[in-house]
């Protein structure tokens, strides 16, 4: 069965720090990848997803970056954390086809100080 | 462009009795509709689906949902309601006519009262 992995599950980082959160999927090969982030928890905002290695599209311009190193890993980063970067963090995947039903990982609650 | 409206922030309703979470859409081509929930500080998950075929859904815990596509809607329904359903639920669409980006609603949160 397919499982996704995402840590680490809170994380409180100063101002101008730089950010690392790691998403895995496991069970599944060559799947779609999402970064979004959760405000005040409610709405969900895509900020990036990649439908392969080193492809990604950026939905929101902003001081976050991802990457996309291996098949099943994608990476959310940035050099300078700000306030605003303060959310729930969710990492989800999915397989091309008709539905596409995303599967989401547990969050990383980010909290920048 | 593709959207999803949920009117309502929030619903409440006395366990046993029904419900119902609303949501509108609007997208270019035949959409694909999705129903999720979300607990306290977890990620979402999958309810139920439209693709085609029958627009009565029949989900997850109990859930159902209804496509009416003359009004653009995709309300989710559950006949009696459980104190444990109280949540946060997402309405989300997908265009089919390619793309990988699926559009979702605002949230509504869910009480059910003992």
Redesign the interface.
């Known amino acids: 069965s397919q499982t996704i992995h995402?840590w680490p599950a809170t994380l409180v980082q100063p101002v101008g720090s730089p950010l690392s959160l790691e998403c895995t999927v496991e069970g599944t090969s060559n799947p779609?990848l999402y970064w979004y982030r959760q405000a005040a928890?409610?709405?969900?905002q895509?900020l990036f997803?990649s439908?392969g290695i080193g492809q990604i599209s950026s939905?929101v311009p902003q001081n976050l970056s991802a990457s996309r190193p291996q098949d099943r890993q994608f990476i959310l980063s940035s050099k300078k954390l700000l306030l605003s970067d303060s959310g729930?963090y969710?990492c989800?995947w999915?397989v091309?086809g008709?539905?596409?039903?995303?599967?989401?990982?547990?969050?990383t609650?980010l909290s920048v100080l | 462009a593709q959207s999803v409206a949920q009117p309502e922030d929030q619903v409440n309703v006395a366990e046993g009795n029904p419900l119902t979470v609303k949501c509108t859409y609007s997208v270019s081509g035949n959409p694909y509709l999705f129903w999720y929930v979300q607990y306290p500080n977890r990620g979402l998950q999958f309810l139920l689906k439209y693709i085609t075929g029958d627009n009565l859904v029949k989900g997850s815990y109990g859930f159902e949902a209804e496509f009416n596509k003359s009004q653009t809607s995709f309300h989710l329904k559950k006949p009696s309601a459980l104190v444990s359903d109280s949540a946060l639920y997402f309405c989300a669409v997908r265009a089919d006519t390619g793309g990988f980006k699926t559009i979702f609603g605002a949230g509504t949160r869910l009480f059910v009262k003992a």
């Open positions: 995402q779609n928890g409610r709405g969900l895509l997803y439908v939905e729930f969710l989800a999915s091309s008709r539905g596409n039903i995303q599967y989401f990982g547990a969050g609650r």
